[in-house]
C-alpha cells in the first residue's frame, strides 16, 4: 500500500518519529477512556493508542485516501473511523458522557477545534495535542505574558493547561515552517462561570481586541456608567487579567446594568 500523498489545504504533516508519537499517546491520563482521535492520518498516533486497550478509541478523519491507508494496515480500526469533518460533527451524536480528545491537530484549523472543545466542555474532560508551538503557547500563557489572549482566558476558565514538550520541523513529513508543541488540557472542577457567561465572552473578546489599551478605553463601547469606570481595574489591559478578575469584572459590569 503506497504511503498517504500529503495534502496541504488538510494540514497534513505526517510524523516520522515513534518516540514522540508513543511519548504523545501516554500523555493521556487514561481517567476518561473513550477517546477521540482527531486526524489519524497514516495512523502513527493511532498505533500507540491502540497498544493502551482499555481506551475506547474513535477516530474522525477527513481525508479518504488516509481512510483508506488505514483500514488495510490497522484492521483493529474496523468500525472506529468516521469519514468526515471533525468541525462539522455533532460530538453527542458519536459518543456519550466524558471523553477525552487526543491528536496531531491539523494545524489550519487548530483554533476553530478548540472553540468546539469549549463549546462541548460538559463533556470533554481532557484532550492532548500537537499544534504549532506558537499556539500552544499561547493557549497554556498565564496573564501578564504578552502571548495571553482571547482563548487562554475561555479556555482556563474551564481546564488546567500544561505545555509538555516542543518538536522540531524535522521529525514530519513533510515538515512544517514552524516549530510545534505538545499541551495537556484537564478539565477544572468549575460547572459554570459565577457571572453572565455571555457578557463574560463579550467583554473577553472585546478587551483583547484592544489589548494594548486600558480597559477604559477597550470597553467604552459598553457606555459604563462613570461610577464604575472610574474604578482601578479599568486602569489595567487585558492581558494582565486572570480569569478570576475578567469573572469579577463582568459581574461588575452586570450590576451596573
Ligand atoms: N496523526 C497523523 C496526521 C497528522 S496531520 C500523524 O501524526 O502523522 C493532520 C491530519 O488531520 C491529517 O490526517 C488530515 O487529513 C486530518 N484532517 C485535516 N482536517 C481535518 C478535519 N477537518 N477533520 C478531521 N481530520 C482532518
Redo the contacts with the bound molecule.
Sequence with gaps: MPL?RP?KY??????KDENI?LNIAEALSGKYPTTI??????????KYLLKRPQLNLTC????RE?VDYLNKNYPQLKGKIIT????EVELSTIVEGDISII????Y??SSQIFFTVFENRAHVKEVVC?LQKEVAERLAAPPGSKTYGILSVLLQAYYSIEFLFKVPPAV?FPPPKVMSGVIRLTRNARERLECDEIMFKKIVKQAFQMRRKTLRNALKSLNLPTSISVLPIFDKRAEQLSVEDFISLTKLIELSK
Design positions: 498517504v495534502k488538510l494540514g497534513q504533516h505526517f510524523l508519537a482521535e482527531i486526524g489519524p492520518g497514516m495512523g502513527m498516533l493511532t474522525i478523519e477527513i481525508d488516509s468526515t469533518d471533525f468541525l491528536g496531531n491537530f491539523p489550519n484549523i500537537m514530519f
